[in-house]
């Protein structure tokens, strides 16, 4: 079978391929989103120019990238994106564009739809009411799925993207069945992150011990959107570790984990004056590696320390929680833009289900609160305090300004060679073990473990049960289609 063009091959892994790169290639915008973390709105004064990107589009098809997403702002605001669309495609490389979908006109449809544009994303961020305020455009939810509506008939692939709020999350299973009906074939959520218009509303980011709830209702959501042939796709600030790991990285393959962050290794990101960074999401702050006006893109790429961050990164920047995880070497912190969106740097993420898990475990939860504002620029963000509570929301300890809440096990040594990311079913360089999936409780652990540290069940007596109920399955299975008449 044909593996998608964003599915990672182990080539591309071990020579640092940028398979998969996001391009805002304006920062003009239609809509007026409280959770926009471009704060986009006008376009930036010195976008490339029409030349300019084209030429940009050649350097990412030699550096091999095999995806484009194009993003703004909202990217149809301007005035040569379908010539960027054509380009794309004509250098073999595959095409999509997410947006808000305000604006969306058949015209436009129809021009992408001719230049070889193969997806659109819409974003529904919550039902009618809710959506509209976010978006900060009456009329905007009717729009996104008339966006829907035409794009399908243009026979061009769709999608849904929804940011987990705090508002939103009452309303997911509705939403749900209304994407189902509008024909969606994906959709992908991902956390709203403290960043940009988002930190200047505290009141959307959902709270860590949230995802005690949220996590079992996406479980649900996913397979039940199997069966209703719409797959949801959690973006990569969405997990860790919970027993839900494989569900969202692998469809229920046990040997699919969270890898660690991956910008500037098979991801990459550029803004629309030709800053590129590592991922799309990163602050420009500190994770610009340059301009293509100044270097040529495979000089970014290859050299510059603000992409390659990931490949030099050796666990010290693993704090509070994070540095003493079961799956510190593994994870390294999930997600590199949310916990630097809300403390100022990386490596202690309480947006984690494994972490809520373990606290609930003792009786806490975790609870972020604002420390400083953001300045009010694109990609900027302020600060927040990480605060320690009971179950029932007393406060235990805290951390102002710098969340260092260390619960659990003591930090291991670590190194350059442990802090790189496992490969599924590969022995880690650091302990030579991999990790498997305790049946029992659905959590990975160490290869070899006899005891889960989670559910205290035998891991090997819980996988020959689990193998033998499989077997008992089939047999089911086989013996229930002899039953049945033949044609």
């Known amino acids: 079978m044909e593996q998608p063009t964003r599915f990672f091959t182990e080539d591309d892994r071990e020579t640092y391929r940028p398979v998969h ?55 149809y605001l301007r005035r040569d994106w379908v010539e960027i669309v054509r380009a794309v495609r004509a250098h073999g490389m ?25 997806a659109i994303g819409v974003s529904v961020d919550g039902l009618e009411e809710l959506h509209d305020r976010l978006r900060g455009v009456k009329g905007s ?23 987990i709020t705090s508002l939103v999350l009452p309303e997911l299973r509705e939403l749900f069945d209304l994407f189902v009906e509008a024909g969606a074939k994906s959709w992908q959520i991902q956390l709203t992150v403290a960043m940009g218009r988002a930190a200047d509303h505290p009141e959307l980011l959902l709270q860590p011990f949230q995802l005690l709830e949220l996590m079992p209702l996406l479980a649900e959501l996913f397979d039940e959107g199997v069966e209703r042939g719409m797959l949801m796709q959690p973006g990569n600030n969405v997990g860790y570790f919970g027993p839900y790991e494989s569900l969202w990285r692998g ?33 420009t702050v500190g994770y610009a590696g ?49 916990s630097h969106s809300l403390f100022g740097r990386p490596g202690n993420n309480p947006y984690c289900h494994h972490r809520a898990l373990e606290l609930e475990a003792r009786g806490l939860r975790e609870r972020v609160v604002p420390a400083q504002p953001a300045p009010g620029l694109s990609f900027d963000h302020g600060t927040f305090d990480l605060l320690l ?31 790189r990311p496992f490969k599924a079913g590969r022995k880690s360089r650091a302990e ?23 559910c205290g069940a035998d ?9 033998r109920r499989l077997r008992e399955a089939r047999e089911a299975c086989r013996q229930l289609l002899e039953l049945l008449p033949q044609d």
């Open 21 to 75: 790169v996001v391009w805002e290639i304006t920062l003009a915008c239609d809509l007026k989103c409280q959770h926009c973390g471009s704060r986009a709105g006008r376009r930036r004064p010195d976008e490339l120019t029409t030349r300019e990107c084209l030429d940009l589009v050649a350097q990412l098809a030699r550096l091999g990238t095999r995806e484009v997403t194009l993003i703004g702002g909202e990217a």
């Open 94 to 118: 595959d095409c999509a564009m997410q947006t808000g979908g305000l604006h969306l006109t058949e015209e436009r449809v129809r021009e992408a739809a001719e230049a070889g544009l193969q």
């Open 141 to 163: 939810f009717a729009a996104a799925f008339k966006a829907l509506g035409l794009v399908r008939e243009y026979g061009i692939a769709t999608s849904v993207n929804t940011q």
């Open 251 to 283: 469809g229920g393959d046990d040997t699919v984990f969270w890898p660690g962050c991956n910008a500037g290794q098979n991801t990459l990101g550029v803004e629309a004056d030709g800053t590129i960074k590592g991922c799309p999401s990163l602050p």
């Open 290 to 338: 340059g301009n293509i006006r100044d270097l040529t893109l495979a000089d970014i790429w290859r050299n510059t320390p603000e992409l390659n961050f990931n490949l030099t990164r050796a666990g010290e920047e693993l704090w509070g929680f994070c540095r003493g995880c079961y799956y510190a070497d593994v994870c390294r912190g999930g997600c590199t833009w949310l």
């Open 389 to 419: 509570e009971t179950l029932d929301g007393r406060a235990v300890a805290s951390a102002p300004g710098s969340g260092l809440v260390q619960i659990g096990r003591p930090a291991r040594p670590t190194s350059k060679e442990s802090a």
């Open 432 to 454: 030579g073990k991999s990790l498997v999936l305790c049946r029992a409780c659905d959590r990975h652990v160490r290869e070899g473990t006899r005891a889960c540290p989670f």
């Open 459 to 467: 891991v090997r007596a819980a996988e020959r049960a689990h193998r």
